[in-house]
């Protein structure tokens, strides 16, 4: 496959918006049997993101990113109208890292005609965690997923650790409903201090953002009852769950005998997750 490489100067990703578009860019990516990457986005890139680009181009000869705020889920009051939407940097993001397409498609071409009368639900597993705090997310999600890999029809799809369940619920319905793609989980990357990534940390104060610290220390304690006490002592956190589970079915664990612990919690109004393997 090709190298990945930074510092693209003089490369310009291709940018589409409609299917048609999209359609005629797929035969040139794929002339001559080429592997395709899909790395799906909503955009506001970050060095996690590039991080998705860099693995793609290990795994495929054409790297594709889709750049979508997907309305389907976020739920009624979050934060889809304030979403952070940066095309233009996003477009030179991809470029740096030698991406090939940057597909950004509108509300109306991905939805056309309005919301999707059949959708993807997640079943029990996308019903806990996540699932529960935000009911309808990952229906929206599975949804939006499911749509992207039919346009491009990807041989490889590359998604980051940080969003857990998410990875988890996309590796079942890939497997469950024959889609044949593969599925590849990149590292979360993270700040010097610790804190993920993610486009909404941009929402976060200096106050906000240093509350924000105990969720890593938290999963650095390596046990469930050391990391809720963490997040406890936190002040500036309002803890929405801390739990362990078994990263195959999401099924609660009671002892730390080895796991996945998950903590999503607000600082703010600006809700954060992250995970760790202990």
């Not at 889709?66 to 009624?76: A, D, I, R, W, Y």
């Not at 650790?161 to 319905?173: G, N, S």
Request: proline share 6%; glycine share 10%.
């Amino acid at each position: 496959m090709r190298p990945a490489t930074t510092g693209g100067a003089g490369h310009t990703a291709k940018v589409v918006s409609t299917r048609a578009e999209l359609s005629a860019a797929m035969q040139e990516l794929r002339e001559d049997g080429r592997r395709v990457a899909l790395v799906p986005t909503m955009g506001a890139l970050h060095e996690g993101h590039r991080a998705l680009v860099r693995r793609a181009h290990d795994l495929a000869d054409s790297v594709v990113v889709s750049v979508f705020v997907n309305p389907l889920q976020f739920g009624k009051g979050e934060d889809l109208d304030k979403y952070p939407r940066t095309l233009a940097a996003d477009v030179g993001a991809v470029s740096e890292e030698k991406g090939d397409l940057v597909w950004a498609p509108s509300v109306e071409d991905m939805y056309p005609g309005g919301e999707p009368l059949v959708r993807v639900t997640p079943g029990p597993m996308g019903e806990v965690l996540d699932g529960a705090s935000r009911p309808g997310h990952f229906g929206g999600v599975l949804t939006v997923v499911a749509k992207l890999f039919g346009a491009v029809r990807p041989d490889v799809a590359v998604f980051g650790e940080k969003d857990a369940q998410q990875l988890a619920l996309i590796r079942r319905m890939v497997r469950d409903l024959d889609m044949g793609i593969e599925i590849e989980a990149v590292p979360t990357v993270r700040e010097p201090d610790g804190l993920a990534l993610s486009s909404r940390n941009t929402y976060l104060s200096p106050e906000q953002r240093q509350a924000g610290l105990a969720i890593s220390r938290a999963l650095r304690t390596g046990s469930l009852a050391q990391a809720r006490a963490t997040l406890a002592a936190e002040p500036g956190l309002r803890v929405d769950y801390c739990e362990l589970v078994d990263p195959a079915t999401f099924t609660p664990l009671d002892r730390d005998e080895g796991g996945l612990l998950l903590i999503a919690a607000f600082a703010g109004a600006t809700r954060l997750i992250d995970n760790r393997t202990i």
